[in-house]
């Protein structure tokens, strides 16, 4: 029986009052099976209160009085050296936090799913060309279930180690718990959190609506050919076996959209908080602006592309690919070729700087192809002279 990994517990006065608010957080590896993390240090931060925090022992625990540990507008923040620092929004009573390592592969990703205490059990799928990735087939094309879990909170995690190029990727979760019962409401009641990785950073987060939604199959989002990720976010009513989830996955039925209430207000304030953040060179103050932007409004492409030049800057170039991935296809309007031919130059010279010159020439001549600049052309002409 998995021991309950983030609990709450109220010290109660004699006279009946509440005095203080204990959360005893455990942080675990997100990749080895029930590896408690010793030394990471794990921050309640709340605006308007001042932030609590402490660091966890070696079972990988830590106690902290947060009376506001439990309020929607209250974040935990769990930061481990090696690790990507995790951000994620309460309510936090009973919750498991799985960290990731840091990942190497410029076109690698790592998704973690937590849940809390019911259903008990939640399966992630992941479906791509032949491949199906889920506890019954844990290996594809290089991609992994590195851990499943299968009472309560997870973590369950896939990691893609190499993204095959031109391939469509579609990621799910299946209440297995309510495998025959697609009527159920326990799934969007699960208080589900999806982290999606890449490089050193948690590059988004997607929350399942606790809104009574009937429904047993979360398809949460996919990968183009092109390796754009994109927003899939719909509840279904399936009745399958496990083996047969990924042939609804890319086509779902009876698909609910489940996206949240997204505030483009919000985003630009962000956004300009971001870019004010990046003039100053204060870099990681810049993503956080930037990734808080795309949190309240998925599809602001200014966002992005300001993320993949601060990326950029950090040396963060897996993630400065994805950013500029997003924000190529989001770009509108007059400038729209002008962007996209920038991002695809920006991703080309990363891969040249990696010394991977096939899929550098490839970058360059679709911003070629979108706008003519000699710069582009002096890029394709040295690609091809190292082929």
């Given at each position: 029986m998995k021991t309950i990994t983030l609990t709450a517990a109220?010290?109660?006065?004699?006279?009946?009052?509440?005095?203080?608010?204990?959360?005893t957080v455990q942080v675990l590896s997100a990749t080895i099976k029930d590896k408690k993390i010793e030394g990471a240090e794990v921050i309640f931060q709340k605006n308007g209160e001042r932030s609590v925090s402490g660091r966890t022992d070696a079972q990988g625990n830590v106690t902290v009085n947060a009376g506001f540990a439990d309020d929607p507008g209250t974040s935990v923040i769990i930061k481990k050296e090696g690790y990507s620092t995790l951000v994620a929004r309460c309510a936090c009573d009973k919750l498991?936090?799985?960290?990731?390592?840091?990942m190497e592969n410029l076109d690698g990703m790592r998704i973690v799913l937590s849940w809390g205490a019911t259903p008990s059990d939640l399966d992630a799928h992941l479906a791509y060309g032949s491949n199906?990735?889920?506890y019954n087939?844990?290996?594809g094309s290089n991609a992994d279930l590195d851990v499943d879990d299968t009472d309560s909170y997870g973590p369950e995690t896939i990691t893609i180690n190499q993204r095959n190029n031109g391939e469509e990727y579609v990621y799910a979760i299946h209440d297995y718990s309510d495998r025959d019962n697609p009527n159920t409401t326990r799934l969007s009641g699960s208080q589900a959190k999806v982290f999606v990785y890449i490089g050193q950073s948690l590059v988004r987060t997607y929350y399942l609506p606790a809104n009574g939604q009937a429904g047993n199959l979360w398809t949460v989002f996919k990968i183009n050919g092109d390796g754009e990720m994109q927003d899939v976010n719909t509840l279904s009513r399936v009745n399958c076996s496990s083996e047969d989830v990924n042939r609804i996955m890319f086509h779902p039925r009876d698909a609910v959209n489940i996206n949240g209430n997204y505030d483009a207000?919000?985003?630009?304030?962000?956004?300009?908080?971001?870019?004010m953040a990046y003039?100053?060179?204060?870099?990681?103050?810049?993503?956080s602006y930037y990734t808080a932007a795309i949190q309240e409004d998925p599809g602001y492409g200014q966002a992005y592309g300001n993320l993949g030049l601060a990326y950029k800057k950090m040396g963060r170039n897996a993630e400065a690919i994805w950013a500029n991935r997003k924000a190529i296809a989001l770009a509108s309007g007059a400038t729209a070729n002008t962007v996209k031919a920038g991002s695809y130059y920006n991703i080309?010279?990363?891969?040249?700087?990696?010394?991977?010159y096939a899929e550098a020439l490839r970058q360059y001549q679709q911003a070629k192809s979108l706008k003519e600049n000699p710069?582009?052309?002096?890029?394709?002409?040295?690609?091809r002279s190292k082929l």
């Open positions: 109220l010290l109660i006065a004699v006279t009946g009052n509440i005095v203080a608010q204990q959360r498991t936090y799985a960290i990731s390592p840091v199906h990735i889920f087939h844990k290996q207000s919000a985003a630009e304030s962000l956004n300009a908080s971001g870019e003039h100053s060179r204060n870099y990681e103050s810049a993503v080309g010279r990363i891969y040249e700087e990696r010394g991977k710069v582009y052309n002096t890029a394709i002409g040295r690609m």
